[in-house]
């Protein structure tokens, strides 16, 4: 089993739609986890950290329900500039991170 | 804003060449990585180093690869005999301290093995 693992999508929507990403970790001893954003032929930024409380950061929410081994991504009033492939990540003791294959939105007119 | 670098952007080389992979982090950070992406494949770990050793390393970093601080800024990856499985991007990242830091990310080097 993928220590983590995302719909490869991708996912095609209008401009100005909701999305939803979800992800599952098999690794129960994970700490900590993150949505990176990776643009094409670019490297991985950071779009937000994960907390079990649930976090936003403008029109993106993310949640963790650890229970579930399960983390979510939830981007509102899609823009074109949203396209991209993005990448959940855990980490699972020491400082490495796991990547997921991702998934890619393309966001249209 | 303080930003990972890397150098070179792409490197070309033959099959059984050594190649030296250049990474100049975010002057204060503590901690520094490598990771590796192979073309339409996730990103993969491949070693964390800390205080000058290697604290961390992944079954695909053996020894071929080997990593070094030679100064004060700059982090090397070293493939000593470079294999065609090896053409991928690589990426250089630091942080700050703790595992719940963020980890910057370079621009990566896109290594092509012929």
């Known amino acids: 089993r993928k220590e983590v693992e995302q719909d490869p999508g991708p996912f095609n929507v209008p401009e100005g739609a909701t999305v939803a990403f979800n992800c599952t970790y098999s690794?129960?001893?994970?700490?900590?986890f993150f949505w990176y954003r990776q643009d094409c032929r670019k490297e991985p930024k950071l779009l937000m950290s994960?907390?079990?409380s649930g976090n936003e950061d403008g029109r993106f929410t993310a949640q963790l329900n650890r229970a579930s081994q399960y983390i979510s991504l939830l981007i509102r009033d899609s823009k074109l500039s949203d396209s991209a492939t993005y990448l959940c990540?855990?980490?699972?003791?020491?400082?490495?991170?796991?990547f997921g294959t991702g998934t890619q939105l393309k966001v249209e007119l | 804003e303080p930003e990972v670098t890397q150098t070179p952007s792409h490197q070309v080389t033959q099959m059984g060449q050594e190649v030296i992979l250049r990474c100049v982090p975010i002057?204060?950070?503590?901690?520094f990585y490598w990771y590796r992406q192979i073309l339409g494949q996730k990103v993969e770990f491949l070693v964390s180093?800390?205080?000058?050793?290697?604290?961390?390393k992944s079954e695909i970093f053996d020894d071929q690869f080997s990593v070094e601080r030679p100064d004060g800024s700059n982090f090397t990856l070293k493939i000593r005999s470079t294999k065609l499985e090896d053409s991928a991007m690589y990426f250089c990242a630091s942080s700050e301290s703790r595992v719940t830091d963020t980890q910057y990310f370079g621009p990566g080097t896109r290594l092509t093995v012929l």
């Open positions: 994960v907390y079990s």
């Open positions: 990540v855990s980490t699972g003791g020491g400082n490495k991170l796991t």
């Open positions: 002057s204060n950070h503590l901690y």
């Open positions: 180093f800390y205080n000058n050793e290697i604290s961390e």
């Open positions: 690794n129960s001893a994970s700490q900590s």
